[in-house]
T-cell receptor, first 114, second 114 residues
């Protein structure tokens, strides 16, 4: 068990570019969550998957954001036409059926939009 | 909708002194409550959780928290802190009906002085 892996750990991009983050959850975990954390704030919920189904999306997830979990294993979070306000740490977490409320977090992917 | 407030953004304490990190929540229904810790450059880690039952909850690393329904609080305590406890601590809340979405507070930075 290697925990929740996120890639890349850091991404610097220019405004208007697209970026994609990947999350590999713990293998037997069927739930996967994306959160966003800005400086001085706690994590904010973005979306979550149960297996491959995306069951809830926050209003924070504008139409420039899309998340997928095609085979119920890894997930990607894509941000199109990035804006400076997208600069944040993007956190992935996963949980196992029966312990849905116990989230295991990855170390995060830090995005800086210039 | 539920929310959580961490009253102190920073708490400095001396090593081996006791500490209390304050957390208040707001919800019209029964809640589940959590404390997470984030060490520098690491993912959030669950310290303890309250789901039901005893209002005094013991977690890892000698931390404990008490659920107080009348005061809508879930304060985190440790009788004697160590340098290694230096980290950011997040209180979080969810409800049975929205258990997929855990709401985090803005965090309290605990700094330990030798």
């Amino acid at each position: 068990d290697t925990g929740v892996s996120q890639d890349p750990r850091h991404k610097i991009t220019k405004r208007g570019q697209n970026v994609t983050f990947r999350c590999d959850p713990i293998s037997e975990h069927n739930r996967l969550y994306w959160y966003r954390q800005t400086l001085g704030q706690g994590p904010e919920f973005l979306t979550y998957f149960q297996n491959e189904a995306q069951l809830e999306k926050s209003r924070l997830l504008s139409d420039r954001f899309s998340a997928e979990r095609p085979k119920g294993s890894f997930s990607t979070l894509e941000i199109q036409r990035t804006e400076q306000g997208d600069s944040a740490m993007y956190l992935c977490a996963s949980s196992i059926q029966g312990e849905e409320l116990v989230l295991t977090f990855g170390a995060g992917s830090r995005l800086t939009v210039l | 909708a539920q929310s959580v407030t961490q009253l102190d953004s920073q708490v400095p304490v001396f090593e081996e002194a006791p500490v209390e990190l304050r957390c208040n929540y707001s919800s019209s229904v029964s809640v589940y409550l959590f404390w997470y810790v984030q060490y520098p450059n690491q993912g959030l880690q669950l310290l303890l959780k309250y789901l039901s039952g005893s209002t005094l909850v013991k977690g890892i690393n000698g931390f404990e928290a008490e659920f107080n329904k009348s005061q809508t609080s879930f304060h985190l305590r440790k009788p004697s802190v160590h340098i290694s406890d230096t980290a950011e601590y997040f209180c979080a809340v969810t409800t049975y009906s929205s258990a997929s979405k855990i709401i985090f507070g803005s965090g309290t930075r605990l700094s330990i002085r030798p």
